[in-house]
């Protein structure tokens, strides 16, 4: 069914209200605002101080850090954001060989 096709079905069955624009609020948030506290403080110590040799977080890590820890496993695009949201500086991507 086109959109035009479902906007006329609706505004014949619930009339002018029913083409009113709303709000997609989107799926709730997988970590709580505690849990996401946690998580900055976790990531404070640096990677090295779990194990990892090099200095700077990456969204991978930090990605597995989140999954481990919560139970909720991200991509590492979205960690970046979440990252970013939560006032965590820009990370590096790890360098690899070609």
Sequence with gaps: MTTISTWIKRY?????????ATVATGQPA?????QKS????????G?????????SWT????ADLIGIT???????????KLLHQLGWPHQ???KRAL
């Design 92 to 94: 590096t991507p790890e």
């Design 30 to 34: 997988a970590l709580t605002c505690e």
């Design 12 to 20: 014949r069955a619930e009339g002018e209200a029913a083409l009113r």
């Design 38 to 45: 946690q998580l900055v403080e976790l990531l404070r110590p």
């Design 59 to 62: 969204t991978t890590r930090a």
């Design 70 to 80: 919560f139970g909720v496993w991200y991509h590492h695009d979205h960690v970046r």
């Design 47 to 55: 990677p090295k101080a779990r194990g990892h040799k090099q200095e």
